[in-house]
């Protein structure tokens, strides 16, 4: 393939990656990659095996051939089903449904370029959605004071270039160009009727960080790879509104909305968790390899976040604040492939993933999770020594969320009960060197 097609398959990269949704249900998205997958993501920052490293440790870029391109989709499904038990919400809302499933489909692509300018020096280009969120709940239900639905959906650029020191050592920087866009809904009502008013909260900015890895490759059976991806600070702006100017409300209903009857602009500081990974593989023997990882994200990055007004009468006043008090959280994955032939591999692996919500009294009804168990398998085959197709298929059993949310104070009710929930993740992954 010549370097002029090369450089035209960057723009269709771009297209694929910012087409559709980039957002899904968790606010961390793993899914960089579908050739993973099969593996709970186990060996992520030493694995190398396509052009996705660029993602996960720019100094696997080194691994691979002169020329590489992978493109793929995550397919999220989530559901979110909440019970109730004992929620007080105001007026209309008190006698309303449990919302229905939360959850729903979401859809994560993918694409990378890398290339080799000399035999130890590599550059390469990835698109991706690093982090995403999608919760929608009928319109009136109980819990409809606080959230019918949050969407955030992320962008991500991430040029990179690595670098071969010697036979043991690589190393890896990227940068990273990510845009944000933020849209929250809820519902307020009289405290005596069934009028509704929607508040909206839209929300974006663009931000960058960085990316940084090392690739030690022990002897030709073992590698160990280390990974950071920086923190990004947003400076989000955007606006309130509501669907009407809320002269039917009550006034003690009035004092708890978003737009206290007004539409304003708002801003907010919003900063992403950073993340470390440390990651190996062992190849056992001809047939079998063992994959490992263990990851760190920062999330107490956010305790909360507050909305403030910018324009308008109330302006430098508090909107709304999210009160999410996140903590830091670990992953622990631990997988293993077997290779069947030379075309054919099969993939397996086990993970362990906190959640960053501390409590019931701390989870939102926008964010109802939890600790999560991945429960993966995977296959791989190669055609020939130049492409390479990946599946896989994750289940992840979420233990159920218990919420205790109270919000009586700014006239947003009482949420209390637990969800059944669950998530599956399917993805698929092409990649081709020349």
Known sequence: MSKG???????ALLAVAFSGSASASGFQLLEQNASGIGNAYAGSAA????ASTIFFNPAGMTQLQAREVSVGVSAISTSFKFSNDGASSVGSFATAGNGGDGGG???VPNGYVSWALSKDLYLGLGVGAPFGLKVEYDKSWIGAAQSTSFDIKTYNLNPSIAYRVNDTVSVGFGLNWQRIEAEYLRQAGTTAGTSLVQVKMKLDDDSWGWNAGLLFKLSPATKIGVSYRSEVKYKTKGNVALSSDGS????????????????SDVKAKIDVPDTVVLSGTHQLNDRWELLGD???TGWSSIPKVDIFRTSGVLNGQIAQTLDTRFRDTWRFAVGANYRIDDAWKLKLGVAYDQTPVPNAAHRLTSLPDNDRT????GAQWRPNKTSTLDMGLTYLYVKDPKISNDQRADVRGLVSGSYDASIWILGAQYSMAF
């Open 105 to 107: 489909w979401g859809f």
């Open 47 to 50: 694995v190398a095996e396509n």
């Open 374 to 377: 991945w429960l993966s398998v």
């Open 248 to 263: 039917a409300l009550g006034n003690a209903t009035l004092a708890g909305l978003v737009g206290a009857g007004r539409a």
């Open 5 to 11: 097609t090369t450089l035209r398959l960057i723009p």
């Open 294 to 296: 263990v990851s760190w």
